[in-house]
């Protein structure tokens, strides 16, 4: 399986950015997608996640702004993000797993990783 993200960039506080993750492989309906960031200096985040089904989970800091949805026939995963903070400036990655999991907080137990997106937050 094989995950490229893109759509980041430079946006002002307050604005919105779209990211996008294509999904290559041999990947089944029991996928679960996710979203994770590393700001400078700090930890790999979750952000929010997607299991097969359709149900979706946020990081609180990020709960009612940003949106992950997954287009399955065009393989892709999008991560809307509105109301963009200073705080929200990070490189974001775009992961997967063949299940779901009761860790998807954690970075450790997804199995697939894009490369990572730049996003920058002007204040």
Same mark, same amino acid.
């Given at each position: =399986? $094989?995950? $490229? %993200?893109? #759509? #980041?960039?430079?946006? $002002? /506080?307050?604005? +919105?950015?779209?990211?996008?993750? &294509?999904? &290559? *492989?041999?990947?089944?309906?029991?996928? /679960?997608?996710?979203?994770?960031?590393? /700001?400078?200096?700090?930890?790999?985040?979750?952000?929010? %996640?997607?299991?097969? #089904?359709? &149900?979706?989970?946020?990081?609180?800091?990020?709960? #009612?702004?940003?949106?992950?949805?997954?287009?399955?026939?065009?393989?892709?995963?999008?991560?809307?993000?509105? +109301?963009?903070?200073?705080?929200?400036? /990070? =490189?974001?990655?775009?992961? %997967?797993? *063949? +299940?779901?999991?009761?860790?998807?907080?954690?970075? &450790? $137990?997804?199995?697939?990783?894009?490369? *990572?997106?730049? =996003?920058?937050? +002007?204040?």
């Amino acid at each position: =399986v $094989q995950l $490229q %993200a893109s #759509g #980041g960039g430079l946006v $002002q /506080a307050g604005g +919105s950015l779209r990211l996008s993750c &294509s999904v &290559s *492989g041999r990947t089944d309906s029991n996928f /679960a997608m996710g979203w994770f960031r590393q /700001a400078p200096g700090k930890e790999r985040e979750f952000v929010a %996640a997607r299991r097969s #089904g359709g &149900s979706t989970y946020y990081a609180d800091s990020v709960k #009612g702004r940003f949106t992950i949805s997954r287009d399955r026939e065009r393989n892709m995963v999008y991560l809307q993000m509105n +109301s963009l903070k200073p705080e929200d400036m /990070a =490189v974001y990655y775009c992961a %997967a797993r *063949g +299940s779901w999991t009761t860790a998807w907080r954690t970075d &450790s $137990q997804w199995h697939y990783w894009g490369q *990572g997106t730049q =996003v920058t937050v +002007s204040s």
